[in-house]
């Protein structure tokens, strides 16, 4: 079955600064990449996808990067600010769309 | 429009009893999926349904089990209870099961196995 690997699993960064998080999947045939931020206590909410036949994905602060040959994305941030503090998932959809595989997730913590 | 609602929010449970849990998926929804989160193994699968019919179900054993009905909301059922399965039940709706949709999250059903 699908296996993804998320990178970091801790990250601090100062307000304003940058965050990058790395995933990496198993399963060529994947072709859909949503990632979602879960806050305490919260549900799950995805803030950005990618689909496989775009390279990136601009969203206000936020980005996604695709690289199908290397079979990785990266979520990214901008100008980070406290609220952005959360856990984020990234996550793959498998091809035959019935079964999302999830990383370990990212604790983000943004110091003010 | 109303999101995704799971039942009861809240649970404790005896060692050996069963429980069910419910999902109401989005107005238009037909596929519902199952998540186990916990703080060691993260969001978990363990089935997907799709039209009343189970498409997909993750590595869980037999006594976790679910269903759909025709109005698309979903329950799943957990016989036997262990304490390790203590966790988060998540579902998640999503237009349609095949293709790349998004999937949206309910609040979560908290289950304690005491």
């Known amino acids: 079955g699908e296996n993804v690997e998320q990178h970091p699993s801790t990250l601090s960064v100062q307000e304003g600064d940058s965050a990058v998080i790395k995933c990496t999947y198993s399963d060529s045939a994947s072709n859909y990449f949503p990632w979602y931020k879960q806050e305490l206590g919260k549900r799950p909410q995805l803030i950005i996808d990618i689909r496989s036949n775009v390279g990136e994905k601009k969203d206000q602060r936020i980005a996604v990067t695709l690289n199908k040959t290397a079979k990785h994305f990266s979520l990214h941030i901008t100008e980070t600010q406290p609220e952005d503090s959360a856990v984020y998932f990234c996550?793959?959809?498998?091809?035959?769309?019935?079964?999302?595989?999830f990383g370990g997730g990212t604790r983000l913590m943004v110091k003010p | 429009k109303a999101g995704v609602t799971q039942t009861p929010r809240y649970l404790i449970k005896t060692r050996g009893q069963q429980v069910t849990l419910s999902c109401s998926p989005i107005?238009?929804?037909?596929?519902v999926s199952w998540y186990q989160q916990t703080p060691g193994q993260g969001l978990q699968f363990l089935f997907e349904?799709?039209?009343?019919?189970?498409?997909n179900k993750g590595n869980f054993p037999g006594r976790f089990s679910g269903r759909q009905f025709s109005n698309s909301r979903s329950e799943m059922n957990v016989s036997t209870l262990e304490l390790g399965d203590s966790a988060l039940y998540l579902c998640?709706?999503?237009?349609?099961?095949?293709?790349?949709?998004?999937?949206?999250f309910g609040q979560g059903t908290r289950l304690t196995v005491v």
């Open positions: 349904y799709f039209s009343e019919t189970q498409r």
């Open positions: 107005s238009g929804h037909r596929s």
């Open positions: 998640a709706s999503s237009r349609v099961g095949g293709g790349n949709t998004e999937a949206f």
């Open positions: 996550a793959v959809l498998n091809n035959a769309g019935n079964m999302l595989t």
